[in-house]
């Protein structure tokens, strides 16, 4: 756990820290990275950051704190508007764009999470990322599908689970060479750093997500299983 003295330095600074640290990590892998080269781009001395943080992986684990921080934020405020869910998910992709650059450190670390170290720590990591991000996505199908927007035989958890993949793999896509490769071979279209680019891409996802794949009046896929 981070150290008390964190909690009382200035905000700014203190997402200077956290900012240059995922750089850092996200550039480098774990193991690679230089906790001196972070303490300097944050502007703080080589040795300072050991005033805030017990070790290197205490940096790692706090910056990730950090990220689910931010994202729990935006979550928080997204979840109590009174929009259509599907208005709430674009919602959360304008507001994650509108952040991505700041924080784009942190999104790459999310993806290049097989660089932490052991099982024991991933498994650590995937608790301490996701658990927020499903009950996200399970309050809006289920809110939805209360208020008759959503279809009351969808497999809710599966939903969010693939709700959050298409959410994560997206930002991967633009944190990510290899995953905007990726979304480039699938889509046959550039993911460009152009905001109108983005939004017409999120558009496209959106509307699989509404339309579903099956064709009109096929309920094969229908499944009653939550």
């Known amino acids: 756990m981070a150290k008390d003295a964190l909690q009382k330095i200035d905000a700014k600074k203190r997402d200077r820290i956290f900012r240059n640290a995922a750089a850092e ?59 259509d869910p599907l208005v709430k998910i674009e919602k959360l992709f304008d507001e994650s764009l509108k952040i991505f650059p700041q924080y784009r ?14 099982e024991r720590s991933l498994v650590d990591l995937a608790q301490l990322l996701e658990k ?18 959503i279809r009351k035989d969808l497999p809710l958890r599966y939903a969010a689970y693939v709700l959050d993949c298409i ?31 983005i939004k017409q891409h999120v558009n496209q996802i959106l509307n699989v997500l509404g339309t579903g794949i099956n064709a009109p009046g096929d309920t094969r896929g229908n499944h009653s299983s939550r």
Do not use: P, W
């Not at 450190?105 to 052991?118: A, E, N, P, R």
């Open 105 to 118: 450190g942190m999104f790459k670390m999310y993806f290049d999470l097989s660089t932490s170290g052991d």
């Open 167 to 197: 959410y994560s793999t997206f930002f991967s896509s633009l944190a990510c060479s290899y995953q905007g490769e990726r979304f480039r071979v699938f889509t046959r279209q550039e993911l460009s750093q152009n905001g109108d680019n």
């Open 132 to 149: 927020r991000s499903a009950r996200f996505f399970t309050a809006i199908l289920k809110n939805g599908i209360r208020e008759g927007r």
């Open 25 to 83: 990590f996200a550039r480098c892998g774990y193991h690679k990275a230089n906790v001196n080269v972070i303490a300097q781009r944050a502007g703080i001395g080589k040795g300072s950051i050991y005033l805030y943080f017990a070790d290197k992986l205490d940096l790692y684990y706090s910056t990730f704190r950090e990220a689910v921080r931010i994202q729990e934020k935006l979550f928080d405020s997204i979840e109590g508007m009174a929009l």
